[in-house]
């Protein structure tokens, strides 16, 4: 079974807001925080880390 990457991410998130319970402004602060790395001038670096 084929499952996209967003709809796991988004499961895998709803999963950890309701089951840890972190305040609204980490999750915030770590959605933008991800959103501008991934256009910065490290996305490339980060990419060869991960991959």
Do not use: E, F
Not at 4 to 23: C, E, N
Not at 25 to 37: A, E, H, K, R
């Amino acid at each position: 079974m084929d499952v996209p990457l967003w709809l796991t991410l988004l499961v895998v998130g709803v999963l950890g807001v309701k089951l840890i319970r972190p305040p609204w402004w980490l999750i915030t602060v770590l959605l933008v925080g991800g959103y501008l790395l991934a256009d910065s001038l490290l996305a490339p670096v980060i990419d060869a880390v991960l991959n």
